[in-house]
């Protein structure tokens, strides 16, 4: 028991938690801070949300040249540069008084977060691992994000609180560069496979090209960007608004979410509660059950669960009951979908490969994130960008049936 204790929690595995833990409580923090800085400015939803639009972009642009770059210079100098950009850009952005500048400068944070992010810290997580262990790794190493989520949006409202938004991102760009403690644990020792290393990085790219279970998991993944960065940025605004009234003498009050916006920053909150079980779960049902299957049963439950809230009226009941049937599948498709790049494609490129298959989910992420903002801006509701957010939902379910979960002969060039 003890060995096995040991094979799995590794240095490695601690400092990947560690990054993307902190990583994520800022990250997911930004939805927060969507009416304090419009309000600051009066600038319309839209033009921060095009910012929070921006930033996912430029992650999503960043992860496959940050994965590439661990790859061939090592994940320290990678996640290096990530932080400081981070860093920068948090920093910057709490001298910007324009929507352009604020914009402009998102880029900096977006590359920031693929430095820090997913895409570097689980191929790395994923490569230490032993073949018995690495789904249950890498969803230790996802399910870290969910706990960075779980404190991440309050801590920012409580901040807010006490001292303006400005300060705040101060304090962020402080705490991201702490994730520079845990660089010495980062070490992996796992030699590369006889054709992981005859094969380039080339190479490999062509094969993933011409197979059309690649493409299918780039598409699937489109709709996993589009909910959670939606949610993300525009969830705590859609419940201030929209959600009925909370009775002052009923138990919510008497745990201190007295008013909706505080509500909105606990759903995001108890999001993050909920998804460490269900990314646990799958990293354990992806040891034992086909992946493609458990990646369309999650999409499933995620446009379910969404097309009920926004049908039935929104109460403070239902904000909370969605944040634990959404969060129970919130990051689950994450160490399924790289698990599953890592199993036909082996590890030695996961980080491009899994970079490039992310940039689908990031450009869902910019296109929920921004129709959230203009789509308000117009209807003054996020009713019409919601129902989007449900079809393509049941596309991503559909998507992943035909894919094979057989390694493609390797091309040769």
């Not at 938004?165 to 030699?191: D, E, H, N």
């Not at 190479?203 to 998991?217: E, H, K, V, W, Y």
Request: proline share 4%; aromatic share 10%; net charge neutral.
């Amino acid at each position: 028991m003890n060995h096995t204790r040991a094979s799995l929690v590794t240095p490695v595995l601690i400092a990947g938690c560690g990054i993307i833990m902190i990583n994520f409580a800022i990250r997911a923090s930004f939805g927060v801070f969507q009416i304090p800085i419009a309000q600051d400015y009066g600038w319309l939803r839209s033009e921060f949300s095009m910012a929070i639009a921006i930033q996912n972009l430029a992650w999503g642009i960043g992860q496959p040249i940050f994965g590439a770059l661990a790859e061939r210079l090592g994940e320290r100098l990678a996640i290096t540069l990530g932080a400081g950009m981070y860093a920068a850009g948090l920093l910057l952005s709490s001298f910007a008084t324009t929507p352009e500048a604020h914009q402009m400068l998102e880029v900096l944070v977006g590359f920031g977060i693929a430095g820090t992010g997913f895409g570097v810290i689980l191929a790395v997580v994923g490569r230490a691992a032993s073949d018995a262990h690495r789904s249950m790794s890498l969803a230790i190493a996802t399910a870290a994000g969910s706990a960075g989520q779980v404190f991440g949006a309050p801590l920012a409202q409580w901040l807010l609180g006490m001292m303006p938004w400005q300060s705040v991102f101060v304090i962020f760009a402080i705490a991201i560069l702490c994730t520079l403690a845990f660089l010495p644990m980062l070490r992996t020792g796992r030699p590369a496979t006889k054709s992981e290393l005859e094969e380039t990085l080339g190479q490999i790219l062509i094969r993933a090209g011409r197979d059309p279970s690649f493409t299918l998991i780039f598409l699937g993944f489109f709709s996993c960007g589009y909910q959670l960065a939606f949610v993300t940025a525009h969830f705590p605004a859609l419940v201030t608004e929209m959600c009925g009234a909370i009775d002052p003498s009923g138990t919510l009050a008497s745990l201190g979410i007295s008013t909706t916006a505080t509500l909105g920053a606990v759903a995001i909150s108890l999001i993050g509660v909920a998804n460490i079980a269900g990314t646990l779960l799958a990293g354990y049902l992806g040891n034992h059950f086909p992946k493609k299957y458990l990646l369309a049963g999650i999409y499933t439950g995620r446009t379910i669960a969404a097309a009920l809230f926004i049908s039935l009226p929104i109460t403070p009941i239902s904000v909370l009951v969605f944040s634990v049937a959404m969060g129970a599948m919130w990051l689950a498709t994450v160490p399924l979908t790289s698990g599953l790049i890592a199993h036909i494609y082996g590890l030695r490129y996961m980080g491009t490969l899994y970079g490039i298959v992310f940039f689908s989910h990031q450009l869902g992420s910019f296109l929920g994130v921004w129709l959230g903002g203009r789509l308000y801006d117009i209807y003054g509701d996020y009713t019409m960008v919601w129902w989007i957010g449900v079809g393509v939902g049941a596309f991503s379910a559909i998507v992943h049936l035909p894919v094979r979960e057989n390694r493609p002969a390797p091309v040769a060039v």
